[in-house]
T-cell receptor, first 109, second 113 residues
């Protein structure tokens, strides 16, 4: 089975402060991990994926297989970062993406 | 930039009625998905579809649900007899299969009254 856990429902930070959205996963094989973002009244958008190792909008995420984590980080939060963030996992052999419960990031001006 | 489109954006239906949610995936994609998100809850997988058949489905996707690709462009989700608990946002997604990225539509909000 594959499972994604996001322990925080809401994370409030001040503008300019560092952000870390936590994600832990459970999967027996070698997963692909993603972060999706959903801005207010908009569709789910892929933010980044671990295999591409890129930084999007200043966000990065490193896959830590030892801790089975894929935390999303940004050094300086911007107001436009306020959104719902979903960690997601694609397990090889499955034809689906499994989502975490999501964390609402609120950046306070 | 190509997008997955869903219609309608909002549908209100009476309990027991049949509804069909429509999706137009990105044209060269081969894998199609439906997800739902009950208000305040997480995005849940319903079904994946490839090569004109269901490749995987969740326990939510019971006999009341069906999917179809009636022509080369549309991908539909039918709920035969809606229940109050079917009220949710339904997202369609598609992917190439060459990467695991799924592109999502904007969603259809289904309200069962």
């Amino acid at each position: 089975a594959q499972r994604v856990t996001q322990p925080e429902k809401l994370l409030s930070v001040f503008k300019g402060a560092p952000v870390e959205l936590k994600c832990n996963y459970s999967y027996s094989g070698s997963p692909e991990l993603f972060w999706y973002v959903q801005y207010s009244r908009q569709r789910l958008q892929l933010l980044l994926r671990h295999i591409s190792r890129e930084s999007i909008k200043g966000f990065t995420a490193d896959l830590n297989k030892g801790e089975t984590s894929f935390h999303l980080k940004k050094p300086f939060a911007q107001e436009e970062d306020s959104a719902m963030y979903y960690c997601a996992l694609w397990g090889r052999g499955y034809q689906k993406v499994t989502f975490g419960t999501g964390t609402k990031l609120q950046v306070i001006p | 930039e190509p997008e997955v489109t869903q219609t309608p954006s909002h549908q209100v239906t009476q309990m027991g009625q049949e509804v069909i949610l429509r999706c137009v995936p990105i044209s060269n994609h081969l894998y199609f998905y439906w997800y739902r998100q009950i208000l305040g809850q997480k995005v849940e997988f319903l079904v994946s579809f490839y090569n004109n058949e269901i490749s995987e489905k969740s326990e939510i996707f019971d006999d009341q649900f069906s999917v179809e690709r009636p022509d080369g462009s549309n991908f539909t989700l039918k709920i035969r007899s809606t229940k109050l608990e079917d009220s949710a946002m339904y997202f369609c997604a598609s992917g190439t299969g060459q990467s695991t990225e799924a592109f999502f539509g904007q969603g259809t909000r289904l309200t069962v009254v």
